[in-house]
């Protein structure tokens, strides 16, 4: 029965905190909140993508050097 009642406490729980999150993320408060980590995760994009090709072109001329020298 402890297990039982145990599971039951986790889930109304889980279920708890879902709704209030959807709650939360459904207000005004929520949607700005949204908006702001899109805004934040199409930053750390951008600032990957520009490291990503700089590295890329860091090790293409270090590779065609090499290529060059041999």
Do not use: P
């Not at 039951?8 to 209030?20: E, H, K, N, Q, R």
């Not at 090709?53 to 020298?69: L, R």
């Amino acid at each position: 029965m402890s297990s039982n009642k145990s599971s039951l406490l986790f889930f109304l729980a889980g279920t708890a905190i879902g709704v209030s999150a959807g709650l939360y993320l459904n207000s005004k408060k929520g949607k700005e909140f949204r908006k702001n980590v899109a805004n934040k995760a199409s930053d750390l994009e951008s600032k990957v993508e520009e490291k990503v090709k700089s590295a890329y072109e860091s090790i293409k001329s270090k590779v065609n050097d090499k290529v060059s020298a041999v």
